[in-house]
């Protein structure tokens, strides 16, 4: 077992459930729920547990020396976030411009609790004619469960009731925010 497994499993307490379809190289990942800066860390261990490049989103200031070189070796992409320009099919060029990508977001759109996701990872999706794998961080059985790939059919408000469904009981790293 290496040292990552170790920390994870025997140090931390987490476990597993599912995993990526390895035949899946381009796909939205929404992580529910995303309660804590805990969770970056959790992701961290995951996709180093799973050999699973999982990438995100930046906005490009951050991709300047010194720390550029970290965040593109930690599987992130540069966003020109200039107003006026439409985000989603700027990261859906950013899909097309790689033979592998699964980008990571919290549909939420921050820590705190909300009553309602923010629709971009629908929209990403469905520009970049990928599917969508829910992904449950739940802190109250450490436990990081990767559903099957979902679809989108193109109705929003009835794709986002299944999407949500996978996330019931599950409890965030700050059960107040869930």
């Known amino acids: 077992m ?7 499993y025997k140090i931390l ?8 379809d390895p035949a899946i190289k381009k796909c939205v990942v929404i992580v529910v729920p995303h309660t804590s800066w805990h969770d970056f860390f959790v992701g961290v261990f ?4 799973l050999k699973t490049e ?10 300047v020396w010194p720390i550029g070189w970290y965040f593109r070796w930690m599987g992130g992409a540069s966003l020109d976030r200039t107003a006026g320009q439409n985000k989603v099919e700027a990261i ?13 977001l919290a549909p939420e759109g921050t820590r705190k609790k909300v009553d309602i996701w923010k629709t971009g990872y629908y929209y990403i999706a469905e520009a970049a004619h ?26 929003i408000e009835a794709d986002t009731k299944v999407l949500r469904n996978y996330y019931v009981g599950v409890v965030g790293k700050k059960p107040e925010y869930t």
Do not use: C, M, Q
Not at 2 to 8: A, P, Q, R, V, Y
Not at 46 to 49: E, F, P, S
Not at 130 to 155: C, E, L
């Open 2 to 8: 290496g040292l990552t497994k170790f920390i994870f």
């Open 13 to 20: 307490g987490w476990k597993i459930v599912g995993a990526f």
């Open 46 to 49: 995951v996709r180093r547990i």
């Open 54 to 63: 999982i990438n995100f989103v930046a906005k490009k200031e951050l991709f």
């Open 92 to 104: 859906a060029a950013v899909f097309n411009s790689k033979d592998e990508f699964r980008l990571a």
């Open 130 to 155: 990928v599917p969508i794998v829910p992904v449950a961080f739940d802190y109250s059985t450490r436990s990081v469960t990767i559903h099957k790939p979902f679809y989108p059919t193109g109705a």
